[in-house]
C-alpha cells in the first residue's frame, strides 16, 4: 500500500504545475477562455511542446505514460490552473484511436499536439445517423455541446446504431461538416456539429465489427477519469483561496474564519474533498485493472462523488467569500462555474448513481 | 500509487481470517451479527480468547504483551475482526488506560495493572464526563483532595462522573479530579485509578433511548483512594487525558462495522419486498443504499490513506476528526436505511428479542426487532469521544489554522 506517486509522474507532474503557475495566470486563462477562439493557440503549443499529452498515452500509441494514475496527475494539474485548452478532446479522441488500431498517423499527430481533437459523442435533436453507401457512409444529423468544436481539426464521431455503434474519424474541413460555434459559461469553446450528407469511406471506421462498445467505452472511461482528476485539481485551489479568505477577511474586528459558522463549513468541505480524492484514487487504479466491471463502478462512483462534491465546494466558496465569491474579476468565480459544469459533461451526478447501481446487479 | 496490501500484508490478513474461523465461537459472533445483548461474562470469554494468543493489547509494546504489530496491521485486525462479527474489544483497560499507563505510568503501576489488563482480573471503566463536563470536558468538577487519614496518605474524591459505559461491570474507574481549583481549568486535573468497591461509590444505571443498560452515573462520596494510585504527576492529568484522546485513532472510522452492517442491509434488501418487488430493486431506495455504498468505498481509500501517512511516521492527528465525522456519519446512514428496510416492522418493540438464546416468535420478519435499537442506539456515535462539532472545531483550528 503507498499512496505517493511514482518520481516520475511526480516530476511530471510538479512540472506541469509549475509551468501553469508561471505562465499561464487568471487573466492569460480567460483573455482565451472567453475568447473568440474559446482557447489560446500559443498556449496549447507550448503546453503540448511539454509532452503533456504523451503522458496520457503509452508507448504503443507513442506516449511514454497513460495509466490512469498519468491521467489522473495531469488533469489534476489543468483543473489547478482552470485550463481550458483541448486536453480532453486529445485524450478521448485519441484513446478511441488507440483502442482500435489503424489511423496511426492521426494518432500521432493528436500525441504531439500537432492535430487538435474532438470526441463527438451526445446526440442533438437530431441525431447522427450513418447510411451505407457503397463501402462507406453517409454521415448525417448533429453532435450536441461539442467541447472545443470550433479548435478541432478531426472529430471522433460516435453513431449509435442496432447492435454495436458505429466509430468514423471526420475531417473538420470535410464537405458537409459545420460547426455551429458558441462559448460555455465557464469559459471555453464549444459546438453543435452538423454532418449534412457528408461521405466517408471505409477507411473512415475506427475499430471493426463488434468492436465499437469498447472503442466508445475507452474514450468515455478515459475522459471520466480525466473530468474527475480535473475537478480535484479545480477544488484544490479553491479550497486554498477561500481558506486564505477566511484568514484575511475581517469583520467585527476579527477575521471572519474565526467564526464557528463559518469554520463548520468549511471543515465539511474538507473532508468532503478529501472523499473525492480517495474516489479519483479507486477511479485511478481500477482504470488500469483487468475487472472490466469494477473499473466501471469505479468511474461510475468517481464522477458521481465528483458531481456532488464539486457543485458543494463551488457554492461553499462562492457563500464563504460573499460578494467578493460573485465577481467576475475574482479566480474563484470562474473555478466554482468550471466545477458545477463538470457534472454537465459525460453524465451527471444522477446518471452515474443510477449505472453504479445497475452496474452492481449485472456483476 | 499502489492500492493493494503487500505479500506479507495479505499473508497476515489470512492468518488473521484463519484465527476468527477457529477461535472465535460461533455463539459470539451469532450474538454480534444479529444485534443482540452481550453479557460480561461473552466479553470476558472473547478477552481471554485475544488474550491467549497474544492479540488483545495489539497496539501495546512487546514489552509490556503487546504483538508487535504495524499500523497496517493493527488495522487490517480491527476491519477483519468486525467483518468475522467478532465482540469489540472493551476499550477502557486495553486501549484507553493501557497506553496511559505506558507512557506515564510509573515501573511499579505498569507492572501491576497491565498484566490485570490483559488478564481480565480488572474490568476498566472511564470517568471522564460529568453532568456539567461534556464537550467542555476541563470544565470538570469532581474533586480530590489530598489528606491523612487513619495515618495513611490518600485522596478524597467527591463528585459526580456521567455515561460511564458498561460501568455496571467494572472493578476500577480511571478518573479525571480537579486537584487545585485554584488553577486555569486544565492545570488543575489529575488523573487517578479507583477502586470501585471503595466505600462511597454509588452506581446508577442510566437507561438509554433504546431501553437498553449501556451507562451509568457514578457518585462519589468521601471515596479515599490511595496517593499510589494518582498517575504520573499531581495536576498534570489533562495532558495524560489528551494523549488518551489522540491515541490510536486510526480505526476511528469503523470502516469495518460499515461494511458488516452494508453487507446485511443488502441481504436486507432483497428479502424485504416494496411494491411487490425487493426491497432493492426500488429505484428511491436503491439509490440510498448506492449513495452511501459510495461514500463507503471512498471512506476505506480515505482511511488507509490516514493509515499509509501515519505508518510512514506522520501522526495521525486532526486527520482522525475527519474519519471519526465521516465515518460516524457512514455508519448512521445505514442503520437508518435498515429500520427503513423492514418497513412497518421497524415498530414492534420486542426487548426480549435482544436477549441471547431468544426462542420467542419473531413479530414480522428475523432481525426485525433489532433494527430500530440500533439505529437509536447508534446516534451515540456522532456524540461520544468527541462530537462531530467538536471534531470540527479541531479540524478547523489543527488542519485549516483558522
Redesign the interface.
Known sequence: ??????DD?RMLADTLVRALRDGYPIETRNAGAYGEAGYDPAVWQQLTELGIVSALFDEAAGGFGGSG?DIMVVFEALGRALVVEPFLGALMAGRALAAAGGHDAVLARIVSGETIAAFAHEDAQAPVTATPDGDGWTLSGTKAVVHQAGAASVFVVSVEQPGDPLVLLVPADAAGVSVRRYSVVEGGGAGEVTFDGVALGPDARIGTDGQGRAVVDAAIEAGLLALSAEALGAMAFVKEAT?GY??DRKQFGV?I??F?AL??R???V??EI??????V??A??AFDGDDATARAR?LA?AK??IGRTGALVAEESIQLHGGIGMTWEYAVSHYAKRLVMIDHQLGDEDHH??R??DL?KAA | ??????PD?EAFREEVRDFFREKLPARLSTLVREGRRLRKADMEEWHAILNERGWLANHWPREWGGPGWSV?QRFIFDNESALAHAPRVVPFGVNMLGPVLIKYGSEEQKRHWLPRILDGSDWWCQGYSEPGAGSDLAGLNTTAVRETRDGREVYVVNGQKTWTTLGQHADMIFCLVRTDPAAKKQEGISFLLIDMKTPGIEVRPITLIDGEQEVNEVFFTDVEVPVENLVGTENDGWTYAKYLLTYERTNIAGVGFSIASFEQLKAVARTQTKNGRPLADDPLF??RM??V???L??????N??V???VAGGGAPGAESS?LK??GTEIRQEITALTRRAYGSYAAPYVPEALEAGWNGEPVGPDDAATASPSYFNNRKLSIFGGSN?I???I??KA????
Do not use: C
Open positions: 500500500m503507498n499512496f505517493e506517486h511514482s509522474r494514475f481558506l477566511l484568514r477575521p474564519g474565526k464557528q469554520q463548520h468549511m471543515a465539511t474538507l473532508l478529501e472523499q473525492a480524492q480517495s474516489a484514487i479507486n485511478a487504479a469505479a462512483a458521481y462523488t448513481l443510477q453504479y447501481i452492481a | 500509487m499502489d492500492l493493494s496490501f503487500t500484508e497496517i436503491a439509490a448506492a449513495r455504498e459510495i461514500d468505498a471512498n471512506m476505506q481509500t480515505t488507509l490513506r493509515v499509509a501517512a475527519m465525522i465521516k462539532e471534531q470540527k472545531n479540524i478547523s488542519i485549516l489554522g483558522l
